[in-house]
């Protein structure tokens, strides 16, 4: 049961919870200008499919945040529930919505070339300018 309640992620207030059916380990950390100017710093997320049960939908609010995507949040605590890819219907979810998932590496790191100088990650990571990301969603176009 305990892998049951390790992919439920809870906002603050425990208004809004998501159950994702697979947490990817792996994840990624988003350097663009829209996730530091919605955390206040990188957005470090775990990829969660297509497959999410939401509870608490009354008191979810969705920010079309890009033509690609939207950024979910609780309009109670205004904890940061997920970023939705229109296209594939993905649901990326910030990691620290997930402190139990094992296994956790930091694989990816996007818009690489927008990350400040006054912060850096010594992790060795896969990355991805902002070119490179353009490319690779217009290919899937
Ligand atoms: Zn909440
Ligand atoms: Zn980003």
Redesign the pocket.
């Known amino acids: 049961m305990s892998d049951v309640d390790n992919n439920v992620a809870r906002c603050l207030c425990g208004g809004v919870t998501i159950t994702a059916a697979t947490v990817n380990p792996a994840f990624t950390v988003?350097?663009?200008?829209?996730?530091?100017t919605w955390g206040g710093g990188p957005?470090f997320a775990v990829q969660c499919g297509t497959d999410i049960q939401i509870t608490g939908k009354d008191k979810l609010k969705e920010y079309d945040s890009s033509a690609w995507a939207s950024r979910g949040f609780c309009s109670e605590c205004g904890t940061h529930l997920f970023?939705h890819l229109k296209k594939t219907g993905e649901y990326n979810l910030p990691l620290g919505l997930f402190p139990q998932i094992d296994g956790l590496t930091m694989d990816m790191q996007?818009?690489s070339d927008k990350r400040p100088d006054h912060y850096c990650f010594s992790n060795e990571t896969k990355s991805m300018t902002a070119a490179e990301i353009e490319a690779y969603f217009s290919s899937l176009a």
């Open positions: 988003c350097h663009c200008d829209t996730c530091r957005l970023y996007y818009f």
